[in-house]
């Protein structure tokens, strides 16, 4: 039983035919999903690539969803939905 829901690995679905350009965002630890989920708020383009892991405890299987490339976030945008990415206060660095 997953302990939370698998969420959108990109949005929105077309994302890999826009024309904007790609930036990358270096987040705070285990902040990626977060930085998602306001991303995904404003409507600004995002990919992040998730990956399910099981572990047994205590007899129960359970099952969550970590981010394929840990503290990496990729998004697409020109400077507004860069300055509305590094509004969040979830960034370190933009690459």
Same mark, same amino acid.
Request: glycine share 6%; hydrophobic share 40%.
């Given at each position: 039983?997953?302990?939370?829901?698998?969420?959108?690995?990109?949005?929105?679905?077309?994302?890999?035919?826009?024309?904007?350009?790609?930036?990358?965002?270096?987040?705070?630890?285990?902040?990626?999903?977060?930085?998602?989920?306001?991303?995904?708020?404003? =409507?600004?383009? @995002?990919?992040?690539?998730?990956? !399910?892991? +099981?572990? %047994?405890?205590?007899?129960?299987?359970?099952?969550?969803? &970590?981010?394929?490339?840990? =503290?990496?976030? @990729?998004?697409?945008?020109?400077? !507004?939905? +860069?300055? %509305?990415?590094?509004?969040?206060?979830?960034?370190?660095? &933009?690459?």
């Amino acid at each position: 039983m997953p302990v939370l829901k698998h969420e959108a690995d990109t949005y929105p679905p077309g994302l890999f035919e826009l024309e904007m350009p790609w930036l990358v965002a270096h987040v705070r630890s285990r902040q990626e999903k977060s930085l998602a989920r306001y991303l995904h708020s404003f =409507g600004v383009p @995002f990919y992040l690539p998730q990956m !399910e892991k +099981r572990i %047994r405890r205590a007899g129960r299987t359970v099952v969550s969803f &970590l981010p394929l490339f840990g =503290g990496y976030l @990729f998004f697409r945008g020109a400077a !507004e939905e +860069r300055l %509305r990415t590094q509004r969040s206060d979830l960034i370190v660095k &933009l690459l």
